[in-house]
């Protein structure tokens, strides 16, 4: 059976501008069914796309910067910085005395700067009421789809240093 | 073997439907595929990307096929109406 035989012998414009009133109901569900399956490839395309994203991307090399004094970091308290680059806005925080945790500031739904409710221990997002756990980054609450993504810090001496990010997260 | 009859206009209209119907299924699940494949790349998971497009490579030859299917029997109907008018 040859599926691409064109059975019809009628030019394609009288094919869609039939005279018949019939016809019409399968003009509109021929070009229908096309208006979908172009969507369909647009669809492939758009995996294809983040294929050859995924191709391309390099680990990233990040920086080492020293980006706050241990101690001048009271218990609950918070210190904002940017990291890895000027753009990237992110939260350091003393939940208790022997933990310091950092995060990216954006929040993973709509790049709100998210803050730290200390009363609450929890990282917040005004917008949406999007809320993070202090602890893993993790989403507790709201719209966000991904946790925030941590920034790896080490302690050398008194200082609290910088030396990438974790954005690969378990989902 | 008998020969088989083309389809009657009714007949054409409801192949063409169900093959619709199929079409906006298979949209969906790909347009699924399509978000989740990205959450899971702005999530770091890089190794579903290969076979999300494969599937998804798949679903939009079926809904091709399936094309090619109605504008067979979209074809295949009118020109019975045209040789019973």
Redesign the interface.
């Known amino acids: 059976m040859n599926?691409?035989?064109?059975?019809?012998?009628q030019p394609l414009w009288r094919?869609e501008f039939s005279i018949h009133t019939?016809?019409e109901?399968?003009v509109s569900?021929?070009q229908?069914?096309?208006f979908?399956?172009l969507?369909?490839?647009g669809?492939?395309v758009?995996?294809?796309w983040?294929?050859v994203?995924?191709w391309l991307?390099k680990a990233p090399v990040y920086p080492e910067e020293t980006i706050a004094d241990a101690n001048d970091i009271p218990i609950g308290g918070a210190r904002l910085f940017r990291y890895p680059t000027r753009n990237d806005p992110c939260i350091l925080i003393r939940p208790d005395e022997q933990t310091y945790v950092a995060y990216s500031q954006k929040c993973t739904h709509l790049s709100c700067a998210v803050y730290y409710a200390r009363d609450k221990n929890r990282l917040e997002c005004p917008c949406h009421q999007g809320y993070f756990s202090v602890k893993t980054g993790e989403v507790l609450q709201g719209p966000p789809?991904?946790p925030l993504p941590r920034v790896v810090l080490e302690r050398r001496g008194g200082n609290l240093v910088a030396v990438g990010m974790d954005?690969?997260?378990e989902? | 073997m008998p020969e088989q009859n083309p389809p009657t206009?009714k007949q054409?209209?409801t192949a063409?439907?169900g093959?619709?119907a199929l079409?906006?299924l298979?949209?969906i699940v790909?347009?699924w595929?399509?978000t989740a494949?990205?959450?899971?790349?702005?999530?770091?998971?890089?190794e579903v990307?290969?076979p999300?497009?494969i599937i998804?490579?798949v679903?939009?030859l079926t809904?091709?096929?399936?094309?090619?299917?109605?504008?067979?029997i979209?074809?295949?109907?009118?020109?019975a109406?045209e040789g019973t008018a």
């Open positions: 599926w691409f035989r064109r059975l019809n012998k094919d019939d016809d109901r399968y569900r021929r229908f069914t096309k979908l399956v969507t369909s490839l669809m492939f758009g995996n294809v983040i294929l994203r995924s991307d789809p991904r954005t690969r997260t989902s | 206009r054409g209209l063409i439907d093959a619709l079409i906006a298979l949209l790909q347009m595929l399509l494949t990205l959450e899971s790349y702005l999530a770091g998971h890089h990307a290969l999300a497009a998804s490579g679903l939009f809904c091709a096929g399936l094309n090619l299917f109605v504008n067979r979209d074809a295949e109907a009118r020109d109406g």
